[in-house]
């Protein structure tokens, strides 16, 4: 199963994504709460997969993405999570290297 690395502000968010992951019998190997946490726990852990808030306090979910394509041979799968609807942001998110589970939505 793949290697999860769940980075969002919402306490809330994070514990349901892990109650799935858990369920799903996925490896949940770590946990963020910002930004600059977010990057420091996936050089750390190497996860296969990354779900990311866009919108996290100290560094957004955008410039975190950037950080992981940038300093990282190995591109995991990164899925972005955000409440907003906004095209920009989701079109953006994917030209930097995000995966999509709406392609037909770009």
Same mark, same amino acid.
Do not use: W
């Given at each position: =199963?793949?290697?999860?690395?769940?980075?969002?502000?919402?306490?809330?968010?994070?514990?349901?994504? !892990?109650?799935?992951?858990?369920? +799903? $019998?996925?490896?949940?190997?770590?946990?963020?709460?910002? +930004?600059? &946490?977010?990057?420091? #726990?996936? !050089? $750390?852990?190497?996860?296969?997969?990354?779900?990311? @808030?866009?919108? =996290?306090? $100290?560094?957004? +979910?955008?410039?975190?993405? $950037?950080?992981?394509?940038?300093?990282? @041979? #190995?591109?995991?799968?990164?899925?972005?999570?955000?409440?907003?609807?906004?095209?920009?942001? =989701?079109? &953006?998110?994917?030209?930097? +290297? %995000?995966?999509?589970?709406?392609?037909? %939505?770009?």
């Amino acid at each position: =199963m793949a290697r999860i690395m769940i980075a969002d502000d919402s306490d809330a968010i994070r514990m349901v994504l !892990k109650d799935i992951l858990i369920i +799903g $019998k996925h490896e949940f190997v770590a946990e963020a709460s910002n +930004g600059l &946490e977010t990057f420091e #726990q996936f !050089k $750390k852990t190497n996860p296969d997969i990354v779900l990311l @808030d866009v919108a =996290m306090p $100290k560094k957004d +979910g955008l410039t975190v993405l $950037k950080e992981i394509i940038t300093h990282t @041979d #190995q591109m995991p799968k990164v899925i972005m999570i955000t409440a907003s609807d906004n095209q920009v942001t =989701m079109r &953006e998110c994917i030209r930097i +290297g %995000a995966s999509s589970i709406y392609p037909q %939505a770009i």
